[in-house]
């Protein structure tokens, strides 16, 4: 079994570029991803911080832009690899859903009300009925990252004029398959027949990009708005209990207390068989 692995990072560099930041923390993540682990990028701070422009970015701004984001970066990146393996095949499903008050909804199948529910594998949890798009190509799992992206839910307020409203998640599911390698084996009836035996190895890892909507403290974001207020305060209530898992996985406490928000479907991706980056 692969041994359990957690890696935690910390970038916090004005100057570095959008291509630095994925070579040095998320290239990482994807390769342990291919060779079956869980690996989890996630954007923790106060709104109005650029954690949206860091991940999502589309690398279109004609102001200062420095290219694409993280997310489009490891599309491209995983299909580079998979081109490049002359060893494996490679089977990419992608997905999108956002937690907005506390309410999951599948972006890409324009669906709302899905349940966090335990995973089928016992692994932990995992959202129910969430649509997968087979991919065949970084434009493909782009344009399933593009349609979810579009019903993303942002409002103004003053701290930031366009704030993410909603926690995004888009995740990848990689299947590595090696390429046959057929043996000949004899047969038990006779020595002259022969029996072709195929022995393949296939490995499965998840990759779980979270742009989490930012903290703000009420007054000076003056979200009185009765919607501002209440994304507000299930914004802040659901970073709370993330800021508490992570401070129990960093402990090293042996109750994680997951229960107490949808982030919670991605706990496996925090503390089990996983790379997790915290930007």
Excluded at 212 to 218: F, I, K, N
Aim: include cysteine; hydrophobic fraction near 35%; charge should be negative.
């Amino acid at each position: 079994s692969i041994r359990r692995q957690r890696q935690m990072c910390i970038r916090d560099s004005e100057n570095a570029t959008q291509r630095e930041v994925y070579k040095a923390t998320c290239a990482p993540v994807l390769e342990a991803v291919a060779g079956g682990m869980r690996g989890c990028v996630m954007a923790y701070g106060q709104t109005g911080s650029g954690k949206t422009y860091s991940l999502l970015s589309d690398g279109g701004d004609v102001d200062g832009g420095d290219g694409p984001g993280l997310v489009p970066r490891i599309a491209a990146d995983c299909f580079a690899r998979a081109a490049s393996d002359v060893k494996h095949a490679y089977e990419v499903s992608c997905a999108m859903a956002q937690i907005y008050n506390e309410q999951v909804e599948d972006l890409v199948a324009k669906r709302s009300g899905l349940r966090v529910i335990p995973a089928s594998d016992g692994s932990g949890w995992e959202i129910e009925h969430l649509c997968w798009t087979l991919c065949g190509s970084a434009e493909e799992a782009l344009e399933c990252f593009n349609r979810g992206r579009q019903r993303l839910v942002y409002a103004e307020t003053q701290m930031n004029k366009q704030s993410s409203r909603s926690h995004c998640v888009f995740q990848m599911k990689i299947d590595r398959i090696e390429r046959p390698i057929e043996d000949v084996v004899a047969s038990e009836e006779s020595e002259e027949e022969s029996a072709r035996v195929v022995s393949v190895e296939k490995r499965s890892g998840l990759l779980t990009v979270v742009d989490l909507a930012g903290s703000e403290r009420q007054k000076k974001a003056q979200t009185v708005e009765t919607a501002r207020f209440k994304e507000a305060l299930n914004i802040n209530t659901s970073l709370l209990a993330l800021g508490n898992v992570v401070s129990a996985l960093a402990a090293g406490h042996r109750h994680i207390p997951v229960s107490y928000t949808h982030l919670r479907a991605h706990e496996t991706s925090l503390h089990l068989v996983c790379r997790l980056l915290l930007e």
